[in-house]
């Protein structure tokens, strides 16, 4: 679990790592939900997090879950995770987990689209750093630019998500992502 530097769209999200063509699954999502996170992303490759590392490697049910805005010791609204600590307790001791039956309509799916890593010392976003993760932009739209490289958006509903233009040389600077359907088993 972690809070995100930026305000965001969707406040609470999870990304669900790569599963190398394992299926999503619905009961996973249901969790989720349970928890107040009803915007998954979903990875399409392999990562460093630790949720794919456990994923991978121990065939386990894992995510990475943003809980919001970062905010200074002691001034979150701790009502606003009051699912999370719920359905956390009641999983891990033993209790039995009341889940709303699954339903699509109750989630918004994205994958991501573009994976952006600096490759110049001048490497520039082209968006306030107060834009929240999720903001779309139109198609075609400069988001960034990589030394002499233009990075636009590619397509509809096309969102920033993680951006930071003060990472090395090397490391990601941005993701897009899209919205997607999924079929959960």
């Not at 996170?37 to 990475?64: D, G, R, W």
């Not at 520039?124 to 988001?143: K, Q, S, W």
């Not at 990075?151 to 096309?158: A, M, Q, S, V, Y």
Request: glycine share 6%; hydrophobic share 40%.
């Amino acid at each position: 679990m972690h809070t995100a530097i930026r305000g965001s769209k969707n406040d609470k999200f999870a990304v669900y790592p790569f599963r190398h063509n394992k299926p999503w699954v619905k009961s996973q999502l249901q969790f989720m939900l349970a928890c107040g996170v009803n915007t998954i992303l979903f990875s399409n490759s392999p990562t460093t997090t630790f949720s794919y590392f456990s994923s991978n490697e121990f065939n386990a049910h894992a995510f990475t879950v943003e809980l919001g805005k970062v905010k200074p010791f002691g001034e979150n609204n701790m009502a606003n995770f009051l699912g999370v600590q719920e359905s956390l307790t009641s999983l891990v001791s033993g209790q039995p987990l009341e889940l709303k039956a699954y339903d699509k309509a109750d989630f918004s799916f994205f994958e991501i689209n573009q994976i952006i890593d600096r490759q110049d010392e001048n490497f520039t976003l082209h968006f306030a750093d107060d834009v929240e993760n999720f903001t779309d932009f139109p198609v075609g739209t400069v988001i960034a630019t990589d030394g002499k490289d233009e990075i636009k958006t590619l397509k509809p509903g096309e969102a920033i998500i993680f951006p930071n233009a003060n990472v090395a040389v090397g490391q990601r600077a941005l993701l897009t992502v899209i919205p997607v359907e999924v079929n959960p088993i």
